[in-house]
């Protein structure tokens, strides 16, 4: 069993940056590829980032493409998204989650998820 803890979201304006942080509960975490994804009000969760087990691969909605990036530190445990350039339309809460499954952008494939934290872009 994976526990995942976000972090670090919280109320900005429009342009600014903020800095999502994911810690697992345990050290298999490094193991699984790891995804961010985010539901606005009203609307159906969708995928943000993922990043591959080591690290070395990552993929992006084209939304958040050139403006956020997603890395992970294996000594820490955590997977962290960085969001520079933030939009009023990136309200969302943000969960993080893990898969075994190779670079999947389907939630239905992450088996363990995050509470979810909450980012709020005013214009």
């Known amino acids: 069993q994976v526990q995942l803890i976000e972090s670090g979201g919280g109320l900005v304006q429009a342009g600014d940056s903020l800095r999502l942080s994911c810690v697992a509960s345990?050290?298999?975490?490094?193991?699984?590829?790891a995804g961010w994804f985010r539901q606005a009000p009203g609307k159906e969760r969708e995928f943000v980032a993922v990043?591959?087990?080591?690290?070395?691969?990552?993929d992006y909605a084209d939304s958040v493409k050139g403006r956020f990036t997603i890395s992970r530190d294996h000594a820490k445990n955590t997977v962290y998204l960085q969001m520079n350039s933030l939009k009023p339309e990136d309200t969302a809460v943000y969960y993080c989650?893990?898969?075994?499954?190779?670079?999947?952008?389907?939630?239905?494939?992450?088996?363990?998820w995050g509470q979810g934290t909450q980012v709020t872009v005013s214009s």
């Open positions: 989650a893990a898969t075994n499954q190779d670079m999947s952008t389907d939630q239905n494939e992450y088996r363990f």
């Open positions: 990043i591959n087990w080591s690290g070395r691969t990552s």
């Open positions: 345990v050290r298999t975490f490094s193991n699984y590829d």
